[in-house]
């Protein structure tokens, strides 16, 4: 076996993995399976885990077999702090995401907001800027039961199947109603 590469916090660590014994190889990958799991009987833990493998996902794609492709653009509500969230358009692209939130971007269920159990089973996705508490953005509202904030400008889309889709305005009023804000929805 060569050695393997990994990231690790900008730098990257060489691994000679025939250097490692079994025994730990095999201890590794128990301790590894049982976090898994206890991680996935958390509220919320499958959810998550969800949103990340959408997240990683390529967002450009061929046409299926039955001819269908995903949206070229799609309609998000932004959520930037201290104002109501609004609906506009994007380019359903990795960039145009990036973009918006001004960075790289991380997907979590929606339904992590404040009174977000009203938001179960309606596919909604909240997508942040992943390195936005390292950056020092603007707090904008809390999450799980205030455990944790989301930071900088956010922004709400569905998901269907493994793509990125429109919301509704009722979708966009109903997060401003959970968070305690007003006004117009339309950009």
């Known amino acids: 076996m060569t050695a393997t590469t990994y990231p690790r916090g900008g730098s990257e660590i060489d691994v000679e993995l025939h250097t490692i014994p079994d025994f730990v190889r095999e201890d590794l990958a128990a301790a590894t399976l049982a976090s898994v799991e206890d991680f996935l009987r958390q509220p919320g833990g499958r959810e998550f885990i969800e949103?990340?493998?959408l997240a990683k996902?390529?967002?450009?794609?061929q046409p299926n077999e039955r001819g269908s492709s995903m949206e070229e653009r799609i309609r998000i509500a932004v959520i930037e702090p201290n104002k109501p969230a609004y609906v506009t358009e994007i380019a359903n692209s990795l960039a145009s995401m990036q973009s918006v939130v001004g960075g790289y971007i991380?997907?979590?269920?929606a339904d992590c907001i404040p009174g977000g159990q009203a938001l179960r089973g309606q596919n909604l996705l909240l997508v942040?800027?992943?390195e936005?508490?390292?950056?020092?953005?603007e707090p904008n509202f809390p999450i799980r039961d205030g455990a944790d904030?989301?930071?900088?400008t956010a922004f709400l889309c569905k998901s269907r199947s493994d793509e990125m889709t429109s919301v509704s305005e009722e979708d966009a009023?109903?997060?401003?109603?959970?968070?305690g804000r007003k006004e117009a929805l339309d950009d």
Do not use: T
């Open 51 to 53: 949103a990340r493998k």
């Open 57 to 61: 996902r390529p967002l450009q794609r």
């Open 106 to 109: 991380e997907v979590v269920p």
């Open 128 to 130: 942040l800027n992943e």
């Open 132 to 137: 936005g508490k390292y950056q020092g953005l």
């Open 149 to 152: 904030w989301i930071v900088g």
């Open 173 to 179: 009023e109903l997060v401003n109603s959970l968070l």
